[in-house]
């Protein structure tokens, strides 16, 4: 609680000089709520050029997520997705999800970030949080061609399991998007046309609700 509120009153005060001693708070934050209150304190602060060295130049993960949320928050334009990609293989579970709670807001990374966040949806034995914070992401970058590709042909994967592909068709049927993208089109068509019972009926859902006119003659064929 003390260590909480020295940090708290370090932020209030504005002593840059403090950064380096909260950064080193970080590595020892004793729950979140202390956490919380360093990365605000830094924040205040605004010493983005100490944040960027310890980003760049700090061994321990803490302070590095620490230095990367303040650093984002503050709108650093210094920041860019190679910082991100190399949060996603660090082997600090914390690490990664502070990382892709970044990235969901920086829908413009996306060309560069997708195939880091495959990777972390594919990884054997991932992390619930950390799959879950990967889908979110890639969520946010539907609105790039390059995201757009990677859900057509996760839910064209002819080797995935059906429940999986059925996870990317839930991107389609979510996605904000007032046209349904040509890559999509062509794999919601794939679906129709297929054997797997679950993705022809969740297809057939997507097309009707979203009104997919150019796919209307297969569900035709189908009620045919």
């Known amino acids: 609680m003390e260590r909480r509120e020295a940090a708290r009153a370090l932020g209030r005060m ?3 000089s403090a950064t380096n ?3 080193d708070a970080s590595e020892h934050a004793a729950d ?6 360093i990365r605000y304190a830094l924040i205040e602060l605004a010493d983005n050029d100490a944040l960027i060295e ?7 993960w803490s ?10 928050q503050l709108g650093d334009q210094r920041l860019e997705p190679g910082t991100i990609l190399s949060f996603l293989q660090s082997d600090s579970i914390e690490a990664r999800q502070t990382s892709l709670w970044v990235a969901a807001r920086h829908p413009e990374w996306s060309e560069d970030l997708v195939e880091g966040v495959d990777a972390l949806i594919r990884h054997p034995g991932a992390d619930e949080r950390v799959t879950a914070l990967a889908l979110e992401a890639l969520h946010a970058f539907t609105d790039s061609p390059a995201a757009q590709r990677y859900i057509a042909s996760r839910i064209t994967e002819s080797a995935a399991a059906s429940d999986e592909r059925l996870v990317f068709l839930g991107f389609v049927d979510r996605s904000t998007l007032s046209d349904v993208p040509e890559t999509w089109r062509e794999a919601l068509r794939a679906c129709l046309s297929g054997n797997d019972e679950a993705l022809r009926w969740k297809a057939l859902q997507i097309v009707d609700s979203r009104a997919v006119e150019s796919l209307y003659g297969i569900l035709a064929d189908i009620a045919n």
Not at 54 to 60: Q, S, T, V
């Open 14 to 16: 504005g002593a840059s």
């Open 63 to 72: 302070a590095r997520e620490a230095a990367l949320v303040a650093l984002d």
């Open 54 to 60: 310890a980003l760049n130049e700090r061994g321990d």
């Open 32 to 37: 979140r709520f202390e956490e919380h209150a």
């Open 21 to 23: 001693a909260l950064l």
